[in-house]
Nanobody
Framework: QVQPVESGGGLVQAGDSLELSCAAS????????MGWFRQAPGKEPEFVAAINWSGSDADYADSVRGRFTISRDNAKNTVFLQMNSLKLEDTAIYYC???????????????RGQGTQVTVSS
């Protein structure tokens, strides 16, 4: 069982950077791809990025490609999301989850964490 705990969120200004972390317990962490999602108030959850088990492959939502970078450190059971050039529309609760099946953008995930709030102000 993988149980993620997200951290690193906060209040920043547009153009700033933040790095989120997703620390996952469980011995099987290294075997799974992991994804980051976000949910803004009143909106559906949105795929942000995903990375395969080894860190050699990743996919990004068009809205964050070129600004966000996903990475992982399997020795520390941690997945990171480096967010640069933040925009007002990036404001949301960000959470990570374990990928189980299908394409990264539309596949299935489980073991979602509680999330961390990211607020971008002007």
């Amino acid at each position: 069982q993988v149980q993620p705990v997200e951290s690193g969120g906060g209040l920043v200004q547009a153009g700033d950077s933040l790095e989120l972390s997703c620390a996952a317990s469980g011995r099987t962490f290294n075997y799974y791809a992991m994804g980051w999602f976000r949910q803004a108030p009143g909106k559906e959850p949105e795929f942000v990025a995903a990375i395969n088990w080894s860190g050699s492959d990743a996919d990004y939502a068009d809205s964050v490609r070129g600004r966000f970078t996903i990475s992982r450190d399997n020795a520390k059971n941690t997945v990171f999301l480096q967010m640069n050039s933040l925009k007002l529309e990036d404001t949301a609760i960000y959470y990570c989850a374990r990928h189980t099946m299908g394409p990264y953008r539309s596949g299935t995930y489980d073991s979602r964490g509680q999330g961390t709030q990211v607020t971008v102000s002007s």
